[in-house]
Structures are given as structure tokens and as C-alpha cells.
């Protein structure tokens, strides 16, 4: 089965400070792998996608995610934290498995709080 | 501000009513979701909506009903609902349902605040 794992529950990092929000997947062939925000009281907002090419994404609001194929790594990164990127972060890959319509695989999530 | 809005942003209602939730987008997007989230948890697909056809139904219990009237509408009905039911109900949409060599990503309302008492 196709699936991401994003093994921090919470991310505490200081405002300045280079943030990183980890993410492994877990898939057969070449994964379509994506990048959500969730800021509160709001819906999911799409930050950056990898589907082919440069192994450097860069995204909204000076995000940027590194694909490394041979970590099965998909990690988010800013270089500068700022206090308004705390909020919770979904990692998310499309099931392209030969059975599969392509449902999108959600991690369980990671909170990030940035500290003044 | 997004481009997905989704009526009303908050719902209270008893068991035994009815109600209905609604999603609109000027997008062109061809492709519309319903997602239910319950709090600090990753979404969960409801519903498929591809040219305003029903195209996937994640085994949801008959007292959510989709409706998609027209390609820039998505409404949920829901009737007898459960206080487990309780959660955030996300709408999307994407600018085509590709299955899985789709890269187009999914464009989210800020949701509607179900509470069932």
C-alpha cells in the first residue's frame, strides 16, 4: 500500500530559526508526493508538489521540500521560521498503484509551533 | 483567501433534523471532493465528484448524501445524523479527476464546523 509517515507529532522551533518537518513514503514505482498546510480554523492549503524532475521543490510562502529517493524522504524546509508558519502540516502522496483511482494519502500530521 | 467557499461555516443540529451543507468554486475545476476531519487528524475522503458524476463513495453511511447540481456546485445533505458525526466537513476541488498519474493538487475550503447534538 501506498503511504507517508511524518514521525513528529510537533515541531518546536524559534522564530529566525531553520524549520524542518519531516516526511518518509512508502510506495511501489514513482511516487506523487505533496505538501498541505492547515492553519486554524481553516481548510488545507497547497504548498508544494513533487511529481518529476528537480529533486529541490520550491512552494508557498518560502517553502521549499527536498525528494531523496534513496531515504524515501519528501522533508519540508524554510531557512527562517517566522511565528505566523505555526500550524499543522500534511505530507501526502497519490496511490498509483495498478488498482488505484489515485486517492490521495494523507500523513497523520505534524504541528509546528514557532516560538517569538 | 480561497477560492473554494463552503456554506455555513458553522452547523449545529439535533439528530433528527435535516441539513445541508454547500460548495461552490469559479475555478473550472471539473473534479469535487468532500472530506470530513475530525480535530488534529488528517482529512478523510467522503465523496468523488468528476464532471459532476459521482465517481467514488468511501463507503459512507446513507445519511450523508451528495449532490452535485452543476460543475461549480457540490452540496451534502445529511439527515439522522450521529454525535460521532461531529467534525470539520472540508469541500475541494481539483482541475481534473486524472486518477493516478493525476499531479494537479486539491484546493480546499475552510470547511463547515459540524456539531451533533
Known amino acids: 500500500a501506498q503511504s507517508v509517515a511524518q514521525p513528529e507529532d510537533q515541531v518546536n522551533v524559534a522564530e529566525g530559526n531553520p524549520l524542518t518537518v519531516k516526511c518518509t513514503y512508502s510506495?511501489?514505482?514513482?511516487?506523487?508526493l505533496f505538501w498541505y498546510v492547515q492553519y486554524p480554523n481553516r481548510g488545507l492549503q497547497f504548498l508544494l508538489k513533487?511529481?518529476?524532475?528537480?529533486?529541490l521543490v520550491k512552494g508557498s510562502y518560502g517553502f521549499e521540500a527536498e525528494f531523496n529517493k534513496s531515504q524515501t524522504s519528501f522533508h519540508l524546509k524554510k531557512p527562517s521560521a517566522l511565528v505566523s508558519d505555526s500550524a499543522l502540516y500534511f505530507c501526502a502522496v497519490r496511490d498509483v498503484t495498478t488498482d488505484s483511482w489515485g486517492k490521495l494519502q494523507f500523513g497523520a500530521g505534524t504541528q509546528v509551533v514557532v516560538t517569538p | 483567501d480561497t477560492e473554494v467557499t463552503q456554506t455555513p461555516k458553522h452547523l449545529v443540529m439535533g439528530m433528527t433534523n435535516k441539513k445541508s451543507l454547500k460548495c461552490e468554486q469559479h475555478?473550472?475545476?471539473?473534479?469535487m471532493y468532500w472530506y470530513k476531519q475530525k480535530a488534529k487528524k488528517p482529512p478523510e475522503l467522503m465523496f468523488v465528484y468528476s464532471y459532476e458524476k459521482l465517481s467514488i463513495n468511501e463507503s459512507v453511511p446513507s445519511r450523508f448524501s451528495p449532490e452535485c447540481p452543476n460543475s461549480s456546485l457540490l452540496n451534502l445533505h445529511l439527515h439522522a445524523l450521529q454525535p460521532e458525526d461531529s467534525a470539520l466537513y472540508l469541500c475541494?476541488?481539483?482541475?481534473?479527476?486524472?486518477?493516478?498519474?493525476?499531479?494537479?493538487?486539491?484546493?480546499f475550503g475552510n470547511g463547515t464546523r459540524l456539531t451533533v447534538t
Open positions: 510506495v511501489s514505482g514513482n511516487p506523487y
Open positions: 513533487y511529481i518529476t524532475g528537480d529533486n
Open positions: 475541494a476541488s481539483s482541475q481534473d479527476f486524472g486518477g493516478a498519474r493525476d499531479g494537479s493538487p486539491l484546493h
Open positions: 475555478m473550472g475545476h471539473r473534479a
